[in-house]
């Protein structure tokens, strides 16, 4: 049995990573049988297909830049990418500001409270955002850094007006974060006891 490279399992995970994102969101929606992941997944098709869309309007570098392994575990086309422009970025991106819109609307009045009671999203997902855009640029997976600017600005944007739909909506069962306004009571009974005899 040979050793465990921890940073093989590390970068799997890494790229991996998105596709974990959107599992975590769509397999609860099946299992308890809810439309939020399904709201999810249809604005994430939406900010998936115009990034692709976007692909033909930023300028390809005159020599082609073969893509690396690394930065392609999965591989579609003859090109072996799906898509120059990183549709990790475009996950990332999109999740965050489709959910960050269920925040800002939780208790409008108190949108500071509100986003301090879900800093760890805010934070955690900056991070993510971060850190892919920085693995994307010094592996050099991407041939114009327009390409990784095109991710972030469609999948920001798609998830910011899917995330502003679904809170217009006003169906507090397709928001992932929501404030209802219902108040849940147990109706008490009383029991009148008389002796017979």
């Known amino acids: ?11 799997l995970i890494f790229r991996l990573a998105p596709f974990i994102l959107v599992a975590s969101f769509l397999v ?7 439309m939020k992941g399904v709201v999810y997944l249809a604005g994430l098709l939406i900010a998936c297909g ?3 869309m976007c692909e033909g309007m930023i300028p390809k570098p005159e020599v082609p830049v073969p893509p690396k392994l690394k930065c392609s575990i ?6 072996g990418l799906y898509s120059e422009i990183p549709i990790s970025m475009t996950v990332y991106s999109y999740t ?16 500071a409270d509100a986003i301090q009671q879900n ?7 900056t991070l993510i955002i971060f850190t892919e855009g920085l693995w994307l640029v010094n592996n ?19 998830g910011a007006i899917w995330g502003s739909i679904i809170v217009a909506a006003k169906s507090p069962g397709l928001q ?22």
Do not use: R
Request: hydrophobic letters at 50%.
């Open 1 to 11: 049995m040979g050793d465990l490279d921890l940073y093989s399992v590390a970068y």
């Open 28 to 34: 609860p929606s099946l299992l308890f049988m809810d």
């Open 50 to 52: 115009l990034t692709t």
């Open 74 to 79: 999965i591989s579609a086309g003859e090109s």
């Open 96 to 111: 965050f500001w489709f959910l960050f819109m269920f925040i800002l609307n939780v208790n409008p009045g108190h949108m």
């Open 119 to 125: 800093m760890m999203v805010i934070v955690v997902f």
């Open 140 to 158: 050099q997976c991407v041939s114009n850094w327009l390409f990784l600017l095109a991710a972030c600005v469609v999948g920001c944007g798609v």
């Open 176 to 197: 992932y974060v929501s404030n209802d306004n219902q108040t849940c009571s147990l109706n008490k009974k009383t029991f009148n006891c008389k002796k017979v005899g």
